[in-house]
Structure formats: C-alpha cells, structure tokens
Nanobody
Framework: EAQLVESGGGAVQAGGSLRLSCVGI????????IGWFRQAPGKEREGISC????????YYADSFEGRFTMSRDNAKSTVYLQMNSLKPEDTAVYYC?????????????????WGQGTQLTVSS
C-alpha cells in the first residue's frame, strides 16, 4: 500500500526556519511528481510547490517563492521543504502528496496519495 509520511513540524517563533520531510513508501517514488500543500484552519488547501520527475523542475506558488525551498532525494524516497522567515500566517497543517500524472501536479485534485500532515505553528 502506498504511503507518504511527513515529519518535522512543530512550533517556532516568527522569523525562524524549519525543514519538513516526506518519505514515500510502497510505490516507485522517482516516477511520481511530489507536491507540498498546506491547510490553515477555516481555509482551503493550497499548493506550495511541486517537483515533476519528467522535466526535473520545481515549481512554486508565487507567495512562497524565495522563502520556501523544495528538494528531492530519490535514493531516500524523500522530499524536503525548507521554510525560512516564517510568519504567524504560515501556521497550518502541511501535507505532501504524490501523483503519477505530472501534468496535474499543480492542482490539488490531481494527486493520488496524501500524507497525514504535520502541524506547523508560528508564534509572533
């Protein structure tokens, strides 16, 4: 059974940094596009970044580019999300997801597998 397991969430102060990890289990990781998403209380899930295995590029939503950096290690079946200059409004549950349909990797609905999420709380 395919699984994604996130880790690394926690509580940080504004201006701090944190790195999230996401391990893929039970599927051929390097063939899948992987995305990072987040969902704050009362808000819709939003895309942060995605990495497509086809072109090897990483895409970011405009509001995250420059502050968040996604990286990928296929040998470890792991993706990372480095988050810098954190703000209280970054408080949310962060999810990773995988899709075999890389052309849908910029849409929430395009993903086949989702992790359980990891909570980030940023205090002012």
């Amino acid at each position: 059974e395919a699984q994604l397991v996130e880790s690394g969430g926690g509580a940080v102060q504004a201006g701090g940094s944190l790195r999230l990890s996401c391990v893929g289990i039970g599927f051929y990781f390097e063939d899948y596009a992987i995305g990072w998403f987040r969902q704050a209380p009362g808000k819709e899930r939003e895309g942060i970044s995605c990495h497509s295995p086809g072109d090897g590029n990483t895409y970011y939503a405009d509001s995250f580019e420059g502050r968040f950096t996604m990286s990928r290690d296929n040998a470890k079946s792991t993706v990372y999300l480095q988050m810098n200059s954190l703000k209280p409004e970054d408080t949310a549950v962060y999810y990773c997801a995988a899709t075999s349909r890389s052309w849908l990797s910029r849409t929430v609905a395009g993903y086949d597998y989702w992790g359980q999420g990891t909570q980030l709380t940023v205090s002012s």
